[in-house]
T-cell receptor
Framework: KAGVTQTPRYLIKTRGQQVTLSCSPI?????VSWYQQTPGQGLQFLFE???????NKGNFPGRFSGRQFSNSRSEMNVSTLELGDSALYLC????????????FGSGTRLTVV | TQLLEQSPQFLSIQEGENLTVYCNSS?????LQWYRQEPGEGPVLLVT???GGEVKKLKRLTFQFGDARKDSSLHITAAQPGDTGLYLC????????????WGAGTKLIIKP
């Protein structure tokens, strides 16, 4: 059974550029959540999608957006990158919601220079 | 604002010692989860507890959910270097599609 797959694993971008990260959840999982993790702030919730609809949203600026496709795959986009966006971006999936736990991908390490 | 306080933030002990990590809140949660994360990887779910007073064991790890479902503890017996990692607790809010609240994590180092 394949796990949660995130691509790319590493990314270096220049300030002002935009970036798209991809997440393929475990087959059958319909809920996909995105998190930003930095040493100083810990794990910060970005948003959650369920059946192509954004169900929950964290406190991030509008530069951060996402979407989910009919096959449950999800993408997140960050526009006008800032140095502070450098972080490990994690995707997590579950059958329906987070009450019984999530399966996380290995993350995408984004460095903004 | 719901907060999940995790303590200690950092713990460095010798192999063979016992330790306990705590996760506390003033809110009642429908479930509480413990994860372990290694550098450069995503968190891995260790256990989910849902019933007040529940105790679960995973080899040398014992997890407990408080009677009032506001706190939890993770106890490791005879710690080994392989237990090294960042331990995170996360609690699911009742309603609101069980959005998770995360603790800041406990960085655990087990020295051989």
């Amino acid at each position: 059974k394949a796990g949660v797959t995130q691509t790319p694993r590493y990314l270096i971008k220049t300030r002002g550029q935009q970036v798209t990260l991809s997440c393929s959840p475990i087959s059958g999982h319909r809920s996909v959540s995105w998190y930003q993790q930095t040493p100083g702030q810990g794990l910060q919730f970005l948003f959650e999608y369920f059946s192509e609809t954004q169900r929950n949203k964290g406190n991030f600026p509008g530069r951060f957006s996402g979407r989910q496709f009919s096959n449950s795959r999800s993408e997140m986009n960050v526009s006008t990158l800032e140095l502070g966006d450098s972080a490990l971006y994690l995707c997590a999936s579950s059958w329906t919601d987070g009450n019984y736990g999530y399966t996380f991908g290995s993350g995408t390490r984004l460095t903004v220079v | 604002t719901q907060l999940l306080e995790q303590s200690p933030q950092f713990l460095s002990i010798q192999e063979g010692e016992n330790l306990t990590v705590y996760c506390n809140s003033s809110s009642v949660f429908s479930s509480l989860q413990w994860y372990r994360q290694e550098p450069g990887e995503g968190p891995v779910l260790l256990v989910t507890v849902v019933t007040g007073g529940e105790v679960k064991k995973l080899k040398r790890l014992t997890f407990q959910f408080g009677d009032a479902r506001k706190d939890s503890s993770l106890h490791i017996t005879a710690a080994q270097p392989g237990d090294t990692g960042l331990y995170l607790c996360a609690a699911a809010l009742d309603g609101s599609n069980y959005q998770l609240i995360w603790g800041a994590g406990t960085k655990l180092i087990i020295k051989p």
